[in-house]
């Protein structure tokens, strides 16, 4: 690889962060949203919330990330070993998944270590995703007949 070829990926990957987009939610700006470059397998893009958590005596805390949900949207319908592994693997990244099935991260790591955490840990449940929808597609084509297999079980019947 040349150093100018080098260069080149470094500016794409520049240009990739430089998409990265932090706008508030809310009036107040107490719940900040921030949209990553990357689709999901859902097609809507990765983005995680912030917001602080007041204690009683009305002070912010470590701020909170979240997905409100969208991370493991669907995970329902493919079942208990599937959720026990998106629990596990989100677990490795220090994020917990929640029984409303959002995602939350409230450790007190640095803010660029966490998003990183909940980016590469996004990476990770949507390439899960992506190998269960796989694997359900690839099995009920095979259990789809083929034509050639339905020609055959044709002529068997006819006796031909």
């Known amino acids: 690889m040349t150093a ?3 260069r080149r990926v470094g500016t794409a990957l520049s240009t990739l962060v430089a998409k990265a987009k932090v706008v ?3 009036p107040d700006n107490s719940i900040w949203r921030v949209i990553l470059p990357f ?7 990765f983005h995680v919330y912030m917001y602080h958590p007041l204690t009683g005596n009305g002070t912010a805390r470590t701020i ?5 949900g969208s991370m ?4 329902r319908e493919l079942g208990t070993p599937q959720l026990k592994s998106i629990h596990d693997l989100l677990a490795s990244y220090g994020l917990k998944l929640m029984e409303d099935m959002t995602v939350m991260e409230k450790s007190r790591r640095p803010i660029g270590v966490r998003m990183m955490s909940y980016l590469q840990a996004w990476c ?3 390439g899960m995703f992506r190998i269960w929808n796989a694997t359900k597609k690839e099995i009920a084509n095979e259990l789809q007949p083929s ?7 044709e002529a068997v019947r006819s006796g031909s």
Do not use: C, F, K, W
């Not at 689709?39 to 893009?45: K, Y």
């Not at 909170?64 to 409100?68: H, I, M």
């Not at 493991?72 to 995970?75: A, D, E, K, L, P």
């Open 4 to 6: 100018t070829e080098a």
């Open 24 to 26: 508030p939610v809310t």
């Open 72 to 75: 493991v949207r669907g995970i």
């Open 39 to 45: 689709q999901g397998h859902s097609g809507q893009s």
């Open 64 to 68: 909170v990330l979240t997905d409100g």
């Open 124 to 126: 990770a449940v949507d």
């Open 147 to 153: 034509s050639r297999r339905r020609e055959d079980a």
